[in-house]
Every structure is written in structure tokens, then in C-alpha cells.
């Protein structure tokens, strides 16, 4: 009885040390210490898959390229230039059809709960995950779909002829022709590096799903738990052959409103918040600042032209000039973007000024409607995007000012709007009439603006939702690919933007910077110049120091471009 | 008491049965194909589909197939998500516990804030107590929860900056899946963070719980002054009253209990009206639970989804209503002998 | 033919004049009488009296604050949304959207649940119990869970909204009208006038209705205000009405993205909600009131 009191005495004691922790909310130096070890990044969808090879969302690659995986080479300032990542150093051929890698030997792929390496990164890593997507007959080929939308938009399959192995760390790529984009587009953010001796696992296991589900890469952080909708966390992979990042702990809250997201930063949930809203808001806060980076991309309204009436040249004119992009630009960019006058930004190397622009011109638009016969307008749907991108910050506003835009030439417009994984599968199964979408460049080159996004055997593979395929604009790629002479090349896509702008499967809106927003506690460059983020470099400073900070006003930096 | 306990039980076998045939039949009124929709494989090949159509017993008559949908869900399986392509079940299991959560939660705050208002207005009939008691309650059915949420956030999250604004804990503590219930989850836990994880999860219920149990807590007032008004003018507290009771003892020891007995009965009915205000307000708090998923699922014509859904969350409000009316029963002997419940 | 008229008549007012009677002195009930009444007015004549169009917007006006802001402008009175469209003449739309359809939808499914309810007090046995059942299932469901399923069955869209809601209310009217129907019945006077060998739809239609119409006022005030707020969530969960339709709810959310520049494009929207809720109890109270003082006469 004496030990039952003792016991009940123990307990209550118990009970009230934690109620009065809860109340006052004590021992703050350990919540401290882990949220200074962790980072918060509220993203703004769920990823559809952990492999990049498979997707070209900027959800996914942002959720998986840089934080999972290495590539072999990768792009070392803003300029054309390439570095090494996992291969030290290449060699190309003078003919450019054979291009080895030396790759590094102390890489370390993730020691997981659901996977123990037991060797370095070699070349069977390298051959497993290319040939994943070169060779169908490859066992890991038709898993997940066997769909490999970057790879087959720049046609990648005919280009290579095979990935050879020369030692252990030696591989070579033999190519069928020259291709000037080869090493750009190896550098992109998809052509990371899976491990060949989990696939290994995976196989025996017959769960090969799993190696887009869980994944094993050598990047800097390793996957812990995934639940869709809700979040990712990441851990530190401690063995990183960089050295391990600083922060133990990367926690993605998924957050598809974007006001959502905006409270959740104003309200110190996250630490970084991706596409913020209301910049005004954020950098009238002293503890928050708000940073953006000009990035190579290019915001659109895309037409259906396999489906009536987008079958029609001359509607698609039509609609394009009854569109008032600077409006749209005002509203939606707030002046942060350049008018887009064709797909290719103003800071690309083959830009042309000289392309002629589509105005704004309702009076013009309404007769080419009469002339394409529709004198009495019609009714087609648009589909709005539901996720904040670099290029449409807002893409149901635009859409609704362009239903408003399009009334007036007596065009009735339905916005269609899905969660985003749905409204890109159903996107690529041409279930629309038009839709409004973006693209942004993986790589510099400006083939990555053509092939991808309006190339015939983009269009086939449903990763061009405009479908439209236009064989003199498919050579002129092909001719500005087979040489390395820059001024031949610039004319080459030069002509290609002029058929765009007549034929207009798409209608070219912006060019916009992507903004980022964080507590000014988090320090270390997180967007990166070419495709997605990283969080390899990330500190977090105690909040010691952030009271410092406040103090002097002057040293808080509020917008860094 | 058995009586009682097998009318019940029967009567919650036949709303079961309706429960089910509904959601079977919804199957049916959904666009597209019934199998698609029963077993929300959208991407199914031909083959599949023929496997389908015949787990479902498809081809046979309209009895038989609803006997193959009722094995399914007896088993556990409500079929995949459209949109997530995830076993359905799963996904409810780990969302259905966060709702309960949060709607006990907030039927404890409606209880605790609306009972007690309810009879200090009754004890002060007709007075500005009263009548300031009835207005704020007025006030409160009458405020669209979504709104409320938004100004709680706005002014208790940002503006205040002392409750965290979205989901159910802070996403830095590793809380493991056990019940799905947090608080049991985090008890159950062995992280060294145990207690910090404790406060932020009570720090994240609060804000949700309360908006949700404003509606609630003015019916329970309405419901605790009428059920007291009318405990105080019967002939018992009359009787109390000339045997030279004092009023206070009156109150705590007559009138409090039997007013109770009389707002009990009510619970169960307002819990479904709770639960329906915790969807929308799960959707503006982020909180992981089913409604908002729910909520989703409607939007991107997740049919399988909603189906499922639905008759989780039907039951769920069903039995907790039965569970009321067995407390109600336990506590009011009279009760148990109605033929026709209430 | 003249005996009628030799004895004085007393004036008797009808149940329905003792209630107005009733109501009339109570002020409070007064305020949201004419409140209401202003809605109604507002509703109708919305296309007439907005100052602007509700969706078109004009594009160098956005997110103007309301006019007694420094930055506002008096002839955007409430200021503007993000597409520069005028937020009083969204709201005064919204009221036919919102307020008027809630109205409609209620007298419309007040129509059918009393015609249906009264046939149904007139039937006895089997079909009666199972219908008594039937009821009680539907009514243990919440009107906006079970407004949110006929939605998911029927699609997002304002006029599906509007049927789920008729949908959901039905059963309510049906139920209180039999159950009004069924008490009257019993009471001496029909009775009476059955002995006077009237049929049951004569009794219905001159005895019982005047006697149970305050009964179904001052259940469709409550019809009301729960219709209000649904077709409301409804609009701000996006299952409701859709864009650009100027409905409270949607109005609501729309502003949601811009809720901490342009706070007012959620306050206005939210307090036109608060308001067609609170006028709308407030005489429902004030007929319930009433109601109870004449009984207690």
C-alpha cells in the first residue's frame, strides 16, 4: 500500500512537472537545439516519384535531384560552363561521338532502414541508370511506367548508341551524331545516378517498384519518410563524399495554398517558403526576407491543337491576340517578369530580337474568328494550373483575366482546375482545350527550350500538351543540334521562333524570376541558377544572434537579388 | 437494460445496411464505370478489369453484387485512390484517428464553456446576465466557421504570434505511427523530445478545437438553460426548497445532475453537427485529418475516395451517437423503456 | 340571410395577426424584421443598384482599399479585388447569389415538405412507421455533410448546391409539418369540424394550416440560416459556386490569397455573411418569442 501512495505520489509529481512544462513551455533549449539542426521548407506539392528521370515537374525534381542524388557533371556558374561531380573529369572525341567519364572512387550511395550498401559508387551505377532509360529490355526499364519524358523530349535514345564500361570507374558514352546540347543535358538535374546494387536487391526482393518509392543516391540527404500530401523528411546522409551538410534534418511541409504557406511563414512554421505570395507583406517584416534569382523559363497559354477548334491556325491567332499580356504581366507578376515575345528568354544566348511579336489586338482577333467561321464565338475550357511556378505565380487569376479578355471577342471560357499530379496526367492524355503552363530550363542551352517543350516527338510521348508537331520546325532543331557554330545555331533557332509565333500552338506570356522567402535565421544559397534547390549549404544561426541582428536594422538585408 | 441493448444494436445493423447499400449505390450515380468506382483502379488494363468485374460479380444481379461490395468493405478493403493510386483503407486509418482527436477535443471545450453559461443564464432568467449569455450565443451559430478560423489565425497566430496556425505538431518532432491519436502517440513514443512534443501538440489542437467548438457550445448553452429552466421549476426543487435548502445547494446537488441527464441525450446529435464543422475547419488549419481529405477528394472527383469516406465518417458519427444513448440510458432508467427512442 | 348579422362579432384576429401582434412590440426582432426586408430588397434589385459589373473588373483599380482607408477611393466605396473588380457591387450580387438563392431554396422545399407531410400525417401504419424511420436517419445528419454528398454525387457547381440543399431541407419541413399536422388533428376543433362531416383536406387546408403556419415561419427561419451558411462553405470550398460567380463564400476564399495585403477582400465578404445570418435568427427568435408569449396568454 506504502509503494501504491509512493507510486501515486511519483506520478502526480509527474503529471504536474509536465503540465507546468507544457504551460510555460520550459526546457526551450532542446526545442531550440533541434529546430537550429533542422530546417522546415514549406513546398508547394507533393512529388510524384523520388527519380527524377521520371518526371519533369518541378515539384519532383525539387524534391528529389539535388537533395538525393548527384549527377555525373553539373553547371558550375551561370554561363555555359560544366563542372565535375561524380566523374572527376571527361574526355570528348573530337568528332563529339565519344565522350568518357573518370568518375571519383570514395562515393558513398544512403545507408537506410530499407537499404545497407555494401560497395562504393562505380561504373555499374552509371550504366544501371542510364540504361534504365536507353535499353526497354532493361529489367528496370518498364518500372514505373517506363515513360522517361526528359530523356525522350531530347530524344536521347536515338542519340546514344550505347554506355559503355571501361574499368570500374571509367564509362564511356558513344554517341550516333554530334550533338552539341549532349553534355548540357547531363548536367541537368535528370540525369542523376542510381544505385545498381539496389536495383540488385530490389530485383530479388521482386519489389522493384520500390527504387522510385524509396530511393538510394549519393546526394547529400537521405530519405526518411514520405507521406503524400503532408510531408518529406529527409536526414543528413553522413557520409556525403562533399562532407556532411550542416543541417541533420530537412523537413518538406507540403503546402499547396499558397496562403497557407504565407501563414505558415509569417507564423515562423517553416523556415523557407517556396513561392511566396505577397512580397510587400514579407519584406515589411524584419525577420523574414524575401530573394529571387533570375532563372531561364518561360510562362504560356498552350492550345489543344488536336482538338476543335484549336485545330485551326487561324483561331489560335485569334485568341492569342485578344490577350493583353501586359495586363497579365502587371497583375499576376507584378512587374517581376519580362514579356515573353517568343519561348526564349531575353538572357539566352540565342535570343532574337528581331522575332516578330503578336500583339494586342481584339478588333483583329474577332475578324480571324469570323474568317475561321466561329462569328458567334464559342465555348472551349481552360485548364489553369493549381501549383504556384516560377513562371505563373498565379495561373487561376490568369486565367480568369483571360476569360475575361477572351468575352470580349465573344469567346466563353470554363476554367478547369485539378490537383496537380491529376492535372498533369490528364494534361498529357489531351482530355483539354488549352491550358496554361510553364517551362523551365534545366541547362543554358537553348535546345532545351525547343525540343522538350514543342518537338514532334515531344508531342508523342504527352509530355507537349499542345501536340502539335511541325516537321520544318523539327529540322530546324535537328540542323541547330549538329552544329557547334554558334551564329549558325542562333539562326537556326531563330527561324524556329518565327514558326512558332505563325503557327502558335502556344502563346508566350513571361519570363519571370523565382522567389523564395525565409527567416533570416536560415542562411546559405538554396536556389539554384539552373533548375531546382538545394539545401546541401544550408546553416541555421541560433536565435541569439538573430536578436543581435534585429538590433541593427541596417544589416538585415531584405531583398537580395 | 437488454432490451434496450438489443434494440439498439439492431437498429445499428439496419443503419449499417443502409449506410452500405448508399454507399453502394453511389457507385452507380458517380460518372464513369461502377467497377472503376467501386474499386478506384482508374488505370486498370483490360485484363484487370475483367478480374474486377468479377471479384464484384459484376455480370450477376444487382443483390449478388452488392453482397461482393459488402465482403470488400467487411475485409477492409475499400478499393484505391484515384487520385493517390493508395489502398483506401490505409489511408483512413491514418487520417480517421486525427479527426476524432480533434472533434473530442473540441466537444470537451463545447461542454466545458456551453454547460456552464447555459445555467448561470437559467439560474439568471430574464436578467442582462442572461440576455448577454443569449446574444453571444446568437452571435456564435451565426458565424461562418470558415471565417472564424481565418480571423483566429489571424489574430492569434500572427498577430499574437502564440499558436501555431496549421496541422496537428509541429513537424520536426518524429512522433510514430501507433494509434494516430497524437497525444497517445507521443506518450507511447521514446523520443527524447517526449515533453516539448507534448506542448506543441497541445499548442496545435487549441486554436482548431476552439473554432470548431463555438457553434456547439451555444446550442449546449441553449440546451443547459432550457434543461435547467425546466429542472428548476419542477415540483422536486420546489420540495428541496421547502425543506430549507439553501439556493447554491439546490443547484449543486439537485438541479446540476439532472439537468445534465437531459443534455447528454443531445450529444450524440451534436457531435454530427461537429464533426461537419471539423471538415471545414481541418481544411483552413491544415490538419491532417479525414475531413479535409474528404474535402479533397470531392474536388478532384476522387469517387472512390468519397464513397469511402463517407460511410467511415457516417459510422463513426452513428456509433458515437448510439454511445450517447447508452450513457443516457445508463443514467436515466426511464429512457430505457421508449419504444420509439426520441 | 340577414340572421347572420344580428349578433356583434367580436374581433378575433387570426393566429397568424396575435403573432405579428407579438412580435411587432419586441424590438429586437424589429431590427432583423428590417434587415431581412433589406436583404430581400437588396436581392432583387442588385443588377439595378450596383454601381459596377461583379466580374468585370478594371485592371487599374486592384486591391483598393475601402474608402475610408487612405488610400481609398469613394467611388470604389468598399474597394476592389485582385482583378480590380468593385467589391460592393460582388457583395450586392452575392446577396441575390447567397441570401436570395437560400430564401428560394427554402420556400421551395417548404412547398414540397408540407404537401408532402401533410399526406403523409393522413397515412397510418407500415408506411408511416418506415417513413417515421426514414426521417429520423436523414435528420441525425447534418444538413452540410449531407449538402457536401449530394454535391460529391452531383458535381461542384452553384445550382447543384442549390438542389442538395432543397434536397437536404425537405425531410426537415416534411418531418415538422407531419409531426404539426398529426397534434392539430387531435385537438377538439377538427374534431368538430369533421363531425360537421368536412373531408380531410378541407380540415387541412381551413383548420389546420392557419394553425401550424407560424409553427413551419419559424422552422424555415432556421432553414434559412443553416442554408445561408452552407451555400457559403459550400462556395468556400470550392464545391459550391464557382469562379467568377459573386457568391459570399467564394468571394471569401477568392480573397483568401490576398488575405494579408487586402485583408478587407475576406472581412466584407465574411461580416455580409454574419450579417444575412444574424437578421435572419433574429427573427426566427423573434417569432419563436412571440410564439411562446401567446401561448402563455
Sequence with gaps: MVVLTMNFKSILSLIIVAFISILTGCNETNILSLSERSIIYCSEGSPETFNPQLSISGTTTDASAKQLYNTLIIYTDKKNTLGPSLAKSWHVTRDGKKITFYLRQDVKFHHTSYFTPTRLFNADDVLFSFNRVLDKKHPFHQVSGGQYPFFQSVNFTDLVEKVEKINDFTVRFILKRNDSSFLANLATDYAVILSEEYGQTLQNKSTPHDIDILPIGTGPFKLKDYRVGSLIRFYRHDAYWQGKAKIEQLVYDISPRETSRLTKLLANECDVSSYPIAHGKITERSDLKLESITSLNVGYFGFNTKKEPFNNKLVRQAISLAINKQVLIDTIYQGQAARAKSILPKTSWAYDSETPELGYDPIRAKSLLEVAGYTQGFTMDLWAMPVQRTYNPNALTMAKLIQADLKKIGVEVKIVSYEWITFLRRLSLGEHQSFLLGWNADHPDPDNFFTPMLSCSSSEKGSNPTFWCNKEFDQLLKNALSTTNISKRKSYYAKAMRIINEEMPLLPIAHSKRFQARGIDVEGNILEDFGGISFYQVTKKPKKIQYEDLLEPGKAEKVSN | MLTFTLRRLSLFIFTMLVLTLLSFSLSFLFPGDTVINHSGQINATATELAQLNKVYQMDKNIFTQYGAYLTHILNGDFGYSMASHSPISIEIIKLLPATIELSLVALFIAMLIGIPLGFIAAINHNKASDNAILSFAMLGYSIPVFWLGLLAILIFSIGLGWLPSAGQISLLFEIEFVTGVQFIDILLSDSPYKWQAFSNASAHIILPACVIALAPATIFIRLSRAAMIEVLAASYIRAAKAKGLSFKQIIFRHAIRNALIQIIRHVGLQFANLVTLAMVTEVIFSWPGIGRWMIESISQRDYTAIQSGLLVLSCFIFIIHILTDFIYAALNPLARGNNHGS | ?297
Excluded at chain 3, 441570401?99 to 401533410?118: D, N, R
Excluded at chain 3, 476564399?253 to 485583408?263: K, Q, R
Aim: charged share 15%.
Design chain 3, 1 to 297: 340571410m340577414a340572421r347572420e348579422k344580428i349578433y356583434l362579432e367580436e374581433v378575433f384576429p387570426s393566429p397568424f395577426m396575435q403573432l405579428w401582434g407579438i412580435f411587432r412590440k419586441t424590438p429586437v426582432a424589429m431590427v432583423g424584421f428590417c434587415c431581412f426586408i433589406f436583404l430581400i430588397i437588396l436581392a432583387i434589385f442588385a443588377p439595378i443598384i450596383s454601381p459596377y459589373s461583379p466580374v468585370e473588373g478594371h485592371l487599374d483599380m486592384i486591391l483598393l482599399p475601402p474608402a475610408w482607408h487612405t488610400d481609398g477611393n469613394v467611388s470604389y466605396l468598399l474597394g476592389t479585388d485582385e482583378l480590380g473588380r468593385d467589391m460592393l457591387s460582388r457583395l450586392m450580387y452575392g446577396t441575390s447569389l447567397t441570401f436570395g438563392l437560400s430564401f428560394i431554396v427554402v420556400i421551395f422545399s417548404l412547398v414540397i415538405g408540407v404537401v408532402i407531410g401533410s399526406l403523409s400525417a393522413l397515412t397510418k401504419g407500415i408506411k408511416s412507421s418506415f417513413l417515421n424511420h426514414f426521417l429520423d436517419v436523414i435528420l441525425s445528419i447534418p444538413s452540410l455533410l449531407l449538402a457536401i454528398i449530394i454535391v460529391a454525387i452531383l458535381g461542384p457547381g452553384i445550382g447543384n448546391t442549390v438542389w442538395a440543399i432543397a434536397i437536404v431541407f425537405i425531410p426537415q419541413f416534411i418531418h415538422i409539418t407531419r409531426y404539426a399536422v398529426k397534434e392539430e388533428f387531435r385537438k377538439d376543433y377538427v374534431l368538430a369540424s369533421r363531425l360537421d362531416g368536412a373531408s380531410n383536406f378541407r380540415i387541412l387546408y381551413y383548420s389546420v394550416f392557419p394553425n401550424i403556419v407560424e409553427r413551419l415561419m419559424s422552422q424555415a427561419t432556421l432553414a434559412q440560416s443553416a442554408a445561408i451558411l452552407d451555400i457559403a462553405t459550400l462556395g468556400f470550398l470550392g464545391l459550391g459556386a464557382q469562379i467568377p460567380l459573386p457568391e459570399w463564400g467564394a468571394i471569401l476564399a477568392n480573397g483568401l490569397e490576398h488575405f494579408y495585403i487586402a485583408p478587407w477582400t475576406v472581412y466584407l465578404p465574411g461580416l455580409a455573411i454574419l450579417f444575412a445570418v444574424v437578421a435572419t435568427n433574429l427573427v426566427g427568435e423573434g417569432i419563436r418569442h412571440a410564439l411562446k408569449l401567446r401561448k402563455e396568454n
